[in-house]
RNA sequence: GCGCCCGUAGCUCAGCUGGAUAGAGCGUUGGUUUCCGGUACCAAAGGUCGUAGGUUCGAAUCCUAUCGGGCGCACCA
């Protein structure tokens, strides 16, 4: 309906002034219509006219061309045309589906990018999060969709990790890992990432050895050993790690199809850039390999150091050569930290020296840090950094608190709805009380009101009546629902899941408006207004699964 | 020093491809009960949109400067 108004009124300029331009229709406040445009504001100036006098000439021929569609049309203010639907038009807008504006495309999607070896923090789940609504936007709109993380399966981290696990170990045994019960494996892991750090830092010899380890494993992965003993206790506790991760991934309904570990795209990355190095894209500079980012604004960044080693940039390089060697993608959605914004921009600018079209391709967006309200601090020295486990464990006892019953989906709908109804960008600082909450923001709300909607439908049987002749507190509620696909449309193409989490808001308060004025069952109007409320729970349920929450029947 | 991000009501945040009186939730104050899940609805108070310039018919939104906070700037990831 939208599309076919902007259409109309594109056509209108057309006829009347002879001048192309694309029309943005908008929503603006209910009280002037459906939609809006400020084209006679835009053309004034072109065309030196007065705007009202423009708008009311668009206005005169746009009723000509779409006069059934339309109520009316108002010129208002200093010159912008009110579109108000007819109940008609209206009611097939509400019927309308977002379109499916990326059948056949290909996109990878990757985030979270947990490091085995360590715990998941918070911040990986804040990705996971924000990352799988994104991923279902870009699948809703026809794409096929590939959910890939990548992380650092070599490292000091590693090092530090494995040190620990020889000293629990009593040496170099792998057998003694069958003495770890499996439902412990993570927190012991955990525990020896935490007891290598503060030794690295605060023992010197248990830091040379760690140094020592590292260069192991890199050994390990570059001669592909599994047989030596550390070898076997590096690829066991690395698949610890991965079971790990796919276990809590499961936990908070979300899968991931493949993980790069950083030892997989090294080679390619590293071989990449040598090759690059000849054709003059990088250059030597103090023993290593560089690429100057000054001529692009950019920072000048080490891809190989002076010991021939690929360092984090030409990974990156690698894993986008090998992401498009496995998917030939349209798209590639990064999701990584703010810290790496600048940096990630000078590994694309020289990614797009030799392959520009996979750079054209890729969108690389970023996040703020998770916070707790208040404020702790947290020493990651001591391991007590904020774990992906904790925010959950804080969202369960605030629900505890309030309700007396924990519920997980509950839990879930609220830190999931906590982390995406603000825009990806800044800090965000979690308050598991409020998240929790049925009343206000929050994804409780939104899945009791899809609750209560769906209890007052299964208390009567909905027929396939048809709406018409609307009454006002039922023309809003359809004027609302009639969003929802332009909404879709935006945050999918600005990659902002942030505002659906608005409109689904804006729903519930519009139909509980609607609710509190208009009986349903037992009134004259109850078959239209099923109807009503049957598209209202549907739309709930469609906005909430589309960012990873449930919408529960009862709850 | 250079660069990036952020600064909107007491708090947490929308609004930022420039437009009609700057919105919501929480909190505060006061209402509503013919109540189909009142875990709701209505209303009030509360804002120099960090500050100062500029562009524009029109700026929270664009540009410049400045203040405050966060982050990044060569062989870590």
Redesign the pocket.
């Known amino acids: 309906m939208k599309q076919e108004l902007e259409r109309a009124v594109a056509s209108s300029v057309k006829d009347l002034f002879d001048i192309k331009m694309a029309i943005?229709l908008t929503r603006?406040?209910e009280?002037?219509g459906d939609y809006?445009t400020?084209v006679a504001?835009?053309l004034?100036?072109q065309i030196g006219q007065n705007p009202r006098q423009i708008a009311e000439a668009i206005r005169t021929h746009l009723l000509s061309l779409q006069g059934e569609a339309l109520q009316k049309i108002e010129v208002?203010?200093?010159g912008?045309l009110?579109l108000t639907l007819s109940d008609r038009a209206l009611i097939m807008a509400a019927s309308e589906q977002a379109p499916k504006s990326l059948v056949g495309k290909v996109v990878v999607a990757e985030y979270s990018d947990p490091?085995p070896f360590k715990v998941l923090h918070a911040g990986h789940l804040y990705t996971s999060v924000v990352g799988d609504a994104i991923a279902n936007l870009l699948q809703n709109a026809g794409a096929t969709v590939h959910r890939v993380n990548f992380g650092?399966d070599v490292?000091?981290h590693v090092g530090k990790t494995i040190w620990a696990i020889l000293n629990d170990l009593g040496g170099e045994i792998p057998d003694k890992l069958a003495d770890i019960p499996e439902s412990e494996r993570s927190e012991w892991m955990a525990k020896c990432y935490v007891a290598g750090t503060n030794a690295y830092e605060d023992d010197e010899t248990a830091k040379i050895k760690i140094i020592e380890l590292n260069k192991q494993i890199y050994q390990i992965n570059n001669e592909a050993d599994h047989d030596s003993p550390l070898a076997q206790i590096y690829w066991t506790c690395r698949q610890w790690s991965y079971d790990y991760f796919d276990a809590f991934y499961a936990r908070i309904g979300t899968k991931f199809e493949k993980y790069y570990p950083?030892s997989s795209v090294a080679g390619l990355g590293l071989k990449t850039v040598q090759e690059q190095l000849e054709k003059g894209v990088f250059e030597r500079?103090?023993?290593?390999v560089?690429f100057k980012g000054e001529p692009y604004?950019l920072?000048?960044?080490?891809f190989i150091?002076?010991e021939g080693i690929p360092?984090?940039e030409s990974k990156d390089v690698g894993l986008i050569m090998q992401k498009w060697v496995d998917y030939h993608f349209d798209r590639s959605v990064v999701i990584t930290g703010?810290?790496?914004?600048?940096?990630m921009a000078v590994v694309l600018k020289a990614v797009e020296q030799f392959e520009p079209k996979l750079v054209a391709a890729t969108s690389h967006l970023t996040h703020g840090l998770v916070k707790l309200?208040g404020g702790v601090k947290m020493s990651s020295r001591k391991g007590n950094i904020l774990r992906a486990v904790d925010v959950l464990d804080a969202a369960a006892s605030a629900d505890q608190e309030l309700t007396g019953h924990g519920s997980e989906s509950t839990v879930l709908g609220a830190v999931k709805y906590a982390f995406l109804?603000?825009?990806m960008?800044?800090?965000?600082?979690y308050?598991p009380t409020?998240s929790v909450s049925?009343?206000?923001?929050s994804g409780p709300?939104l899945q009791?009101a899809h609750?209560?909607a769906?209890?007052?439908l299964a208390?009567a049987k909905v027929e396939g009546v048809e709406i018409k002749d609307l009454q006002p507190g039922e023309r809003s509620l359809l004027r609302k629902i009639s969003e929802f696909p332009e909404v879709i449309q935006q945050a999918t193409t600005d990659l902002m899941p942030?505002?659906i989490c608005?409109y689904l808001?804006e729903l519930a308060?519009t139909f509980?408006?609607f609710?509190?004025n208009?009986?349903?069952?037992?009134d004259d109007r109850e078959p239209t207004r099923l109807n009503l409320v049957g598209k209202y729970a549907m739309t709930l349920k469609n906005g909430l699964n589309l960012l990873g929450i449930v919408a529960p029947e009862?709850?």
């Open positions: 943005e603006p406040d009280q002037f809006a400020n504001l835009q004034a100036k208002a203010g200093p912008f009110n490091n650092g490292g000091l950083e500079s103090d023993g290593a560089v604004s920072h000048t960044r080490v150091n002076h360092t984090y703010n810290e790496q914004k600048q940096y309200v109804r603000v825009r960008g800044g800090d965000i600082i308050d409020e049925l009343e206000g923001n709300y009791y609750a209560r769906r209890s007052i208390k942030h505002y608005t808001y308060q509980n408006r609710y509190e208009n009986r349903v069952i037992g009862r709850m």
